[in-house]
Nanobody, 127 residues
Framework: QVQLVESGGGLVQAGGSLRLSCAAS????????MGWFRQAPGKEREFVAA????????YYADSVKGRFTISRDNAKNTVYLQMNSLKPEDTANYYC????????????????????WGQGTQVTVSS
């Protein structure tokens, strides 16, 4: 059984910060690109950020570039999303995903059932 479990969501004021975590268990994710996506009520799921296995390559959506940072700790099978300068429009359910894709840029185009997905953690940013 493969599990991706997100944590760290919550309620924060605009301009604040949150750090999301995604812990993977059940198998090794050697070689997998890890990514974060989000979905706001009434909107489609959208790509946020991705990171290669070696952490050498990262890729961000334009809407979060310069504010969010993705990182990973392979020894702990965990990926993180540091979110700074949060805005009300960042309010969404945030999901992590793991997939075998050729480059981090390809991560933005994946969707279930391809790869592995967590259940999400809610982030609410108040104005």
């Amino acid at each position: 059984q493969v599990q991706l479990v997100e944590s760290g969501g919550g309620l924060v004021q605009a301009g604040g910060s949150l750090r999301l975590s995604c812990a993977a268990s059940g198998r090794t994710f050697s070689g997998y690109v890890m990514g974060w996506f989000r979905q706001a009520p009434g909107k489609e799921r959208e790509f946020v950020a991705a990171i290669s296995w070696s952490s050498v390559s990262t890729y961000y959506a334009d809407s979060v570039k310069g504010r969010f940072t993705i990182s990973r700790d392979n020894a702990k099978n965990t990926v993180y999303l540091q979110m700074n300068s949060l805005k009300p429009e960042d309010t969404a359910n945030y999901y992590c995903a793991a997939a075998l894709v050729a480059t981090v840029r390809f991560m933005k185009d994946i969707a279930p059932p391809y790869g592995y997905w967590g259940q999400g953690t809610q982030v609410t940013v108040s104005s």
